[in-house]
């Protein structure tokens, strides 16, 4: 099983799927070789790998499997290092997978195959699974942070690991958060944009302990990190990117490397972004779907594995949410139906196979699950 070193965040749209008046609202997230979505009725789906016992590639599930423990999610975030991130409608943190640093924050670096209660967290709002670490915000806007801590990714000024949540110092009023391999970002009330970790694209692979704002951004609604390049979406609905650049992840043109955010070309009117380990995904409010970037493991949709600067349509209308991983990818239609593309060899594209996917197929039985 190949080991990738990125995390997508998840970042969408209010959805109205055709289904029962009390249905939750659809969660999607996908990691590095597995995915979990959400069905009407509240029901948590997993498939790939898991995290629940399986070892190595030959241990695939291409099927959607229920996990009977967890319904009626608000959140989910999929780690490339093998943990899983989910957040229930009572608004507690529930985590599974590997902890060999404290990722899962339960006060153990103990392997969990089935879910457990992140320690001490209350009120929370939105979670987000880095490479070897964790995040949550709570309700009033304080960040928490637990896992590895070697290149400042939980803000902390020292101390190699945190196996219980504590506070990221320095932040207020946050309303967003990301993750990525060794980096996080937070959105405050004004829509600035803060980071900390390892710092994106920077020659010298300088360290920031605590957040620092990134100049340049303002008005921003939603950030994703990849393993070394960040989005931000704009109250205006035009993309930023800023970080590595030699596969084109940026979508501004070249394969020139950033520090600072640059515009992506060609898009307007977007409503959410995703990212991969070296590809990016956009999301329009016509419910087209674009992406550029890397594209060996046909991450990118268009039926090639050519890499793309600038971004290309992959679905032409109604999809209502999309979430990124290491090297695949899923997009929720209007109808229900799931659709998936790219790398498969865990079975993470859910088609029941463990064949690459150059252009977006359908999940195996999703809208009836």
Known sequence: MRTTLAIAILLSIPVNLAAAPDADEP??????????????????WVWGYSGQGEHGASAAQPHPRRIASLRHLKAASISPQYHFLTLRDDRRVLAWGWNYVGQL???SRTIRA???TVKGLRDVV???????FSLALGADGVVWAWGWNRMGQLGQPAGELRVEPVPVPGLRGVR???AGATDALAVDARGNVWTWGRIQA????RL???????PGLDSVVAVTSGSEHALALRADGSVWAWGINHDGRLGDGTRVNRLQPVRVRGLSDVVAIAAGTCHSLALKRDGSVWSWGANDDSQLGDGTMADRPEPVRVIETGVIKIAAGGYHNLALHTDGSLWSWGSNESGQLGD??????????????????
């Open 208 to 214: 920031t302990l605590t957040p620092r704002k990134i």
């Open 202 to 205: 920077d020659p010298q692979r």
């Open 27 to 44: 969660v999607l997230a996908v990691g590095g070789h597995q995915s979990l979505a959400t069905s009407p009725d509240g029901a948590v």
């Open 114 to 116: 089935e879910p457990v």
């Open 176 to 178: 967003a958060i990301a």
């Open 352 to 369: 029941g196979t463990t064949t690459q996917r150059p252009r977006p197929i359908r999940v195996l039985g999703f809208s009836d699950l």
């Open 126 to 132: 939105s979670v987000a699974a880095g490479g070897d």
């Open 105 to 107: 924050g339960d006060a």
